[in-house]
């Protein structure tokens, strides 16, 4: 049902005596030559990592989503864990729980087992596959990055991040995940297929793995101490008041759509939670500092909107009869809000 915790043991170089910013550019790079063709959806992991979020990838068969996942954590110097959501799945598989030890003479305690969550980077892999009961077994941990069982609270690592994928067609045997889960993912990331040439390139790169033709030595790592202090670097990008004005604005649009318009007074059921807010100011920033910048810029709040808000706006019956996607709807918002002067 789950696959044990993971311990990747290579190298480490990145993060000890060089810039955090060319460390985390390396890492992106390296990603990108393993997942060709998904440059914005591996950029988005980047983000989700360095804002210390959760991220929730969705996306047919066959396109990636775990393979990105797992070169990530590949080249990362991190604990990576893989579980298996399946409908048989209990909550104890995810957390862990305790176990009896008797100690031989009539006697014994209970001793506190981790699960696989427990680790830095976790593979919540179709996460839709198993009940409520289970994916809510992950709120805690993805929240308050602790885990609490028989009344004793248990800390996760500085460096923990949840990773989920969840595949848009199957909906037999699958369970929708509960409003409060699907609040708690920083971002919600859709990845397509790739375009012809590049599916080119994906043919000759398995190839060349099938037969062995990739370098027998190992990479060496990025240190978990590279994703901290970019982290920090992080904390001191600056939002003008402007910019947090026009973010707030954003999220007002999906409260309020009837001052926005009928067209999204039509479209909108419910708006973003502050949550959204928090997430595009955060992400926002994140991608500032990943194009060099120590100052938020309306662009960098547009390009987040879509993975930051597409999960939090629920659309009405009449939208979604109408083939109204939350794209379509997020897009509106953007041209309907104005920046600030």
């Known amino acids: 049902m789950n696959e044990a915790t993971q311990a990747l043991n290579m190298p480490v170089v990145a993060g000890r005596g060089i810039a955090p910013r060319d460390a985390i550019l390396d890492l992106r790079a390296r990603v990108n030559q393993a997942i060709i063709g998904q440059e914005r959806v591996v950029e988005r992991l980047v983000i989700t990592l360095l804002a210390n979020g959760n991220v929730l990838i969705e996306g047919l068969p066959g396109l990636a989503k775990t393979r990105a996942i797992k070169s990530l954590a590949h080249n990362l110097e991190a604990e990576f864990s893989r579980i298996q959501f399946t409908p048989d799945l209990l909550p ?16 014994g305690t209970f001793e506190f087992r981790q699960g696989p969550v427990f680790g830095n980077l976790i593979l919540a892999d179709e996460i839709n596959r198993a009940p409520a009961k289970v994916q809510s077994a992950l709120l805690e941990a993805m929240e308050e990055r602790q885990v609490t069982v028989a009344g004793k609270r248990y800390k996760l690592p500085e460096l923990f991040m949840v990773l989920a994928t969840e595949n848009p067609i199957e909906q037999e045997g699958t369970y929708s995940l509960p409003e409060a889960q699907i609040d708690r993912f920083l971002m919600h ?40 202090d970019a982290r920090r670097e992080i904390d001191r990008v600056t939002s003008a008041e402007a910019i947090e004005t026009y973010i707030v604005g954003l999220i007002a649009a999906t409260r309020r759509p009837a001052e926005f318009g009928d067209r999204l007074k039509q479209w909108i059921a419910i708006g973003a939670s502050p949550r959204g807010s928090l997430a595009l100011d955060r992400t926002s920033r994140v991608y500032a500092w990943l194009q060099g910048r120590d100052y938020v810029v309306p ?42 002067a």
């Open 92 to 107: 104890s598989d995810v957390t862990g729980g305790e176990i009896y030890r008797s100690d031989g003479q009539g006697g």
């Open 189 to 228: 990331v859709r990845i397509d297929y790739p375009s012809d040439i590049d599916e080119v390139k994906v043919l000759r790169l398995v190839r060349e793995e099938n037969a062995g033709a990739s370098s027998s030595a190992a990479p060496l790592k990025i240190a978990q101490q590279a994703i901290l």
């Open 299 to 340: 662009e960098d709040v547009q390009a987040v909107a879509h993975d930051c808000l597409r999960h939090r706006v629920s659309l009405s019956y009449e939208a979604t009869a109408d083939g109204v996607k939350p794209d379509d709807v997020i897009d509106e918002v953007i041209r309907q809000v104005a920046v600030a």
